[in-house]
């Protein structure tokens, strides 16, 4: 069954140090990836999905599959990163396309 | 930017009461979702809709659900008989394309509370 596993509800780090949020999945087939980012008191966000390779806002995510995991990754963070941030998973026939979410980790950036 | 607009943002209802969910996707977008997230709990898909018919729905989505386009900008969600743990936020979703890879766009959300 497909699965998204984020380990930490709670993440703290201070300005400046580099983040890491957790993901790992659970897919037999090809997986399409994605983070979504949920800013206090407004819509969950795409931030970044695997197949496109981008960096949005200093945010980058590699897909390991042999590890089957699709960490997010910031070398240095800032007050504006604080969010809900939740890794998922795209799978379906095409038409029936599904998010499967991960439990999502709330990231805190201290001053 | 385009978003996904829903209405109400909060509506509290009693138990066995109909209720329905509204929403506008994005003008040229063609495929329609439907998602809830129970307080504490996980995203969890509902249902997909395309082409004014149900192409995908979960075991969640049982007969006390449905939806509807009932003209070219509305999507509806319908309870027809709340119960307590149908309580959630519901979040309506919207994309261009259908493939797995497409970027699904979220609406900012409606907070159910069965009393």
């Known amino acids: 069954a497909q699965r998204v596993t984020q380990p930490e509800k709670l993440l703290s780090v201070f300005k400046g140090a580099p983040v890491e949020l957790k993901c790992n999945y659970s897919y037999s087939g090809s997986p399409e990836l994605f983070w979504y980012v949920q800013y206090s008191r407004q819509r969950l966000q795409l931030l970044l999905r695997?197949?496109s390779r981008e960096s949005i806002k200093g945010f980058t995510a590699d897909l390991n599959k042999g590890e089957t995991s699709f960490h997010l990754k910031k070398p240095f963070a800032q007050e504006e990163d604080s969010a809900m941030y939740y890794c998922?998973?795209?799978?379906?026939?095409?038409?029936?396309?599904?998010?499967?979410f991960g439990q999502g980790t709330r990231l805190t950036i201290n001053p | 930017e385009p978003e996904v607009t829903q209405t109400p943002s909060h509506q509290v209802t009693q138990m066995g009461q109909e209720v329905i969910l509204r929403c506008v996707p994005i003008s040229n977008h063609l495929y329609f979702y439907w998602y809830r997230q129970i307080l504490g709990q996980k995203v969890e898909f509902l249902v997909s809709?395309?082409?004014?018919?149900?192409?995908?729905k979960s075991e969640i989505f049982d007969d006390q659900f449905s939806v509807e386009r009932p003209d070219g900008s509305n999507f509806t969600l319908k309870i027809r008989s709340t119960k307590l743990e149908d309580s959630a936020m519901y979040f309506c979703?919207?994309?261009?394309?259908?493939?797995?890879?497409?970027?699904?766009?979220f609406g900012e959300g409606s907070w159910l509370t069965v009393v």
């Open positions: 998922a998973l795209s799978w379906g026939v095409q038409g029936a396309q599904k998010l499967v």
């Open positions: 979703a919207s994309s261009r394309q259908g493939h797995s890879g497409n970027t699904i766009y």
């Open positions: 809709f395309y082409n004014n018919e149900i192409s995908e």
């Open positions: 695997h197949i």
